[in-house]
């Protein structure tokens, strides 16, 4: 059984900062890519960001390079999604995901936990 618990979203003004967290339970984890993607309403979910096994290799979506940047810690089964230089655009939910990072990108994602609202405000 996969749990994950996103958190660490919320309001912030334009060219602010949030950090995202999510914690994930059960097998998995500390063998599988992770990643980030995001729903705004109305829209189709969307790749952000994916991390390997080991922390080693990363892969952003071209909207959120130079922006944000993930990173894990597997002693503690959480994924971190740093967020800098918000725009209005990046307002959505966002989700942490398990699976291999070219499935992500693809935008297939077999688990997800409940989600943490952003929003920017401009």
């Known amino acids: 059984q996969v749990q994950l618990v996103e958190s660490g979203g919320g309001l912030v003004q334009a060219g602010g900062s949030l950090r995202l967290s999510c914690t994930a339970s059960g097998r998995l984890l500390s063998r599988s890519s992770m990643g980030w993607f995001r729903q705004a309403p109305g829209k189709e979910r969307e790749f952000v960001a994916a ?14 390079k130079g922006r944000f940047t993930i990173s894990r810690d597997n002693a503690k089964n959480t994924v971190y999604l740093q967020m800098n230089s918000l725009k209005p655009e990046d307002t959505a939910v966002y989700y942490c995901t398990p ?10 994602y077999d688990y997800w936990g409940q989600g943490t609202q952003v929003t920017v405000s401009s």
């Open 99 to 108: 699976g291999s990072i070219a499935t992500m990108k693809s935008g297939r």
């Open 51 to 64: 991390i390997d096994w080991s922390g080693g290799s990363t892969d952003y979506a071209d909207s959120v």
